[in-house]
């Protein structure tokens, strides 16, 4: 691995949580960047957000007023797993 040395300006509580983390895992604080950092690679889109499908869908829910109230896909996914699981929400007018 080709190490580079780089300066980074963080607030003090960012600090601290990497130090503990590092603690936490026998490793030190630049490991826990790099695992932080592949991770976010790994989950977030970062060539920059569709704007045109968001745009799509906002225009959709004002036609319509169609849309899953965020209260019942908490319900849904705290029954995930239990004897009373909740069917799939679908959506309904909302406002």
Request: hydrophobic share 40%; charged share 35%.
């Amino acid at each position: 691995m080709n190490l580079v040395n780089r300066t980074l300006e963080i607030d003090s509580e960012t600090d601290e949580r990497l130090r503990e983390m590092a603690r936490e895992r026998g490793q030190d604080v630049a490991a826990v960047l790099a695992e932080a950092v592949a991770l976010l690679d790994s989950v977030v889109d970062l060539a920059g957000p569709d704007i045109g499908e968001d745009r799509r869908r906002y225009d959709d829910f004002r036609q319509t007023r169609l849309a899953v109230p965020l209260d019942d896909v908490k319900a849904w996914v705290a029954s995930w797993g239990s004897e009373d699981e909740l069917p799939r929400p679908q959506p309904r007018k909302i406002g």
